[in-house]
């Protein structure tokens, strides 16, 4: 397999979240994708299966584990399908259901995911997470309650009154491990709102065996469908999520909102190749 290493959400090799993709991971077995994914390191690869034109199977491996979904490796694997095969839509048969992904070319590729339909539900252990986090209710925002959300993948989402409390993230790895596991939580979605449109956000992500995830697209549809859910934005809406500068990896995802409750949430953003596929991984 050829592994090529992108990082999804910038048009800077050195921001964004890293992803590795393989364009063609035929007769790869579970083994092997995840040898390779823990071998290349990054938060998720996403392996491809051609079917045929603008149809592939996809499958996305942390370091640790499959994932249901992941948003920043889609972006990362449709920008580089569009590479080798034209920009256009492709659908990505994943083990959540069928995400349908355009891509367009405007000087610069950019790539933008339809969601499986959002749901969300009532946060439980709030008291162990926020124990996890070293954080205290005193630090959350009311007018965003705590809620488990779902576009692919499952996120609690807590949301915080200022940016230097979302800044200042030293979490006990070991204990949100356990509670994200007996959750089967994906990511932490840690938000906090700049105005009515813009935010910033944090994804820990011990369950992939990384501290935290640089920029999160599963996470930021889940988000995306919470507030619609919620009524906490007024729809249709397009928002941008900041992630990844506390990391030194700032990365930025447009998320739009349509006003259909049952209508998946779309993601978009740039992708980049990290190096040269000739110097990529066998």
């Keep these: 397999m050829q592994i090529l290493r992108y990082t999804a959400f910038s048009t800077d090799p050195t921001g964004g ?24 390191g990054y938060s998720e690869t996403a392996f491809l ?48 259901g069928p995400v349908e992904v355009t891509t367009v070319d405007d000087g610069e590729i950019t790539a933008t995911l339809v969601s499986v ?33 779902y576009a692919g993948a499952w996120h609690p989402i807590v949301a915080v009154r200022s940016r230097e409390r979302l800044a200042d993230l030293d979490y006990d790895f070991d204990a949100l491990s ?38 999160t697209g599963a996470a930021a549809a889940a988000f995306g469908g919470y507030l619609r859910e919620l009524g906490l934005v ?5 928002l941008t999520v900041h992630q990844g500068d506390d990391l030194g990896r700032p990365g930025v995802i447009t998320v739009g909102i349509p006003a259909d409750p049952e209508a998946g949430i779309s993601v978009s953003g740039t992708a980049i190749a990290m190096s040269d596929p000739s110097d990529s991984a066998e």
């Design 234 to 238: 007024e729809v249709p809406a397009t």
């Design 117 to 149: 339909p959002p749901k969300s539900a009532e946060m439980t252990d709030l008291d162990a997470l926020l124990s996890a986090l070293r954080w205290s209710p005193d630090d959350l925002d009311p007018a965003l309650p705590p809620r488990v959300a």
């Design 49 to 96: 299966i051609p079917r045929g034109p603008g149809e592939v199977d996809v499958r996305y491996f942390s370091p640790l584990a499959e994932v249901p979904f992941c948003g920043h490796a889609t972006i990362a694997a449709a920008v580089a399908y569009a590479r080798a095969n034209g920009v256009g839509p492709v659908r990505f048969h994943t083990s959540v």
């Design 17 to 40: 979240n890293p992803a590795g993709v393989v364009l063609d991971a035929t007769g790869a077995d579970d083994a092997a994708m995840l040898a390779a994914a823990a071998d290349l």
């Design 178 to 215: 356990a509670l994200m596991a007996a959750h089967s939580w994906t990511t932490v979605d840690l938000v906090w709102r700049e105005s009515a449109s813009v935010f910033w956000a944090r994804n820990p992500f011990p369950p992939g065996g990384v501290v935290e995830d640089p920029a």
